[in-house]
């Protein structure tokens, strides 16, 4: 079984500042783990994803994600948070070996400000 | 650049009612998915599908029929709907292994009252 856990519904940042999202995992085998965005009135849409090699994954406009098994995490960051990026932010996972279908967390509402 | 379409985007049904989703993609995936998404709850699996004539029960799939009678397209049914099943849908496509991307519609608005 897999599951995600991501800290806070809602996080406030003021625009240019540090983004951080939080995500834990938990696979009894080694995970792929994802990160997706969702825009108002929008589908999901990919933003990086961890598979095998690096760590440090880099995604779309200017996030990335690193893999810390030791931790079971997977959190998301951007040096500096611009308006555009506002949105629901949605950790995923899935395993290695065999099919496995994606497991959402509950998502993180990113609020920007001025 | 059609992707993933969803028809209809949106519909209002009493309770009891039946309705059908569609979900077509023109990007030749071999898997489909239907998830709701409701507040607080993020995206839960209804059911999916590995190919066409295939369909498999993902985390919350009671009360909800689908069908793949093509590769293209993926149907979700509400026999008799009940408010519980207000939510908005979303359709995923993907080519199926562990590691790629799922593509979504733009999501069906649902409301049973």
């Known amino acids: 079984a897999q599951s995600v856990t991501q800290l806070g519904s809602h996080v406030s940042v003021s625009e240019g500042a540090l983004v951080l999202l939080r995500c834990n995992y938990s696979s009894s085998v080694p995970p792929y783990l994802f990160w997706y965005v969702q825009y108002p009135n929008q589908g999901l849409q990919l933003l990086l994803k961890y598979t095998t090699g690096a760590t440090l994954v880099k995604g779309i406009n200017g996030f990335e994600a690193e893999f810390k098994k030791s931790e079971t995490s997977f959190h998301l960051t951007k040096p500096s948070a611009h308006m555009s990026d506002a949105a629901e932010y949605f950790c995923?996972?899935?395993?290695?070996?065999?099919?496995?279908?994606?497991?959402f967390g509950k998502g993180t509402m990113l609020l920007v400000s001025p | 650049n059609a992707g993933v379409t969803q028809t209809p985007k949106f519909r209002v049904l009493k309770t009891g009612q039946s309705m059908t989703l569609l979900c077509a993609q023109d990007m030749n995936h071999e898997y489909m998915y239907w998830y709701r998404q409701d507040p607080g709850m993020g995206l839960r699996l209804i059911h999916y599908?590995?190919?066409?004539?295939?369909?498999a029960k993902g985390e919350v799939p009671d009360g909800y029929n689908v069908s793949r009678l093509k590769k293209q397209n993926f149907l979700l049914g509400l026999e008799s709907a009940a408010p519980s099943q207000t939510s908005v849908y979303f359709c995923?496509?993907?080519?199926?292994?562990?590691?790629?991307?799922?593509?979504f519609g733009e999501g069906s608005r649902l409301t049973v009252l």
């Open positions: 599908s590995v190919g066409e004539g295939t369909t």
């Open positions: 995923a496509s993907s080519f199926g292994t562990n590691t790629g991307e799922l593509f």
């Open positions: 995923a996972v899935s395993r290695q070996g065999g099919y496995s279908t994606l497991t």
